[in-house]
């Protein structure tokens, strides 16, 4: 069995149109180009132009895009994970030296919710993360179960993070993205809806 992998458009051009998309695959497909299927990120230009050139043929989605976004959102959850741990370090050092005053209760109430905002940031960036390596390893790879058994592994892990009692969990792995962008960072519905 041959398999045969291609590259095309990798030139800036001004449009990323459906009649850009046609044109540059016709030219392709004038020099042999001739694939079973392609890949594509989900821009309409690359999709309407694939259409209105091949016709029916599939044009199955990439998932660079996605694991781009997820990495880049994992990169700044921990930034922010870790610039929380930094404030809770400063507030308890001002705290140790307020006590020395006599003064220590007037930081309370900042250090215990310093120490609230690092433990949320904490999990977020921790599910986040734990929720990527998941979708990359397991349900996303190019190599491994056949699709059905990736949606019953899905499943189970849904049921499984439902069956530790955290009211947050939903059925569905959209769900508990949606949650946590509502709850923390805007980056999550770019990666909720890629």
Known sequence: MLIQQSCFL??????RDETTWGYYLLEAES???NPDYTIADAGSGIRAGQKAAWGEKPCHGDVWHIFDQGEALCRNLAKKAQGAITKRKKLEHSMELAKLKGKGNKLSAKLTQAHKNEAILQKLASDIRILLF????????LAGAEWSERME???????REGR???PAMTNRVVEELRLREEEAHKGIKGLRVA
């Open 10 to 15: 990798l030139e800036e051009v001004e449009h």
């Open 134 to 141: 998941w979708l990359r390893n397991d349900i996303l790879s």
């Open 31 to 33: 020099q042999g180009l």
């Open 153 to 159: 592994l899905m499943n189970f892990m849904i049921e």
């Open 164 to 166: 530790r009692g955290n």
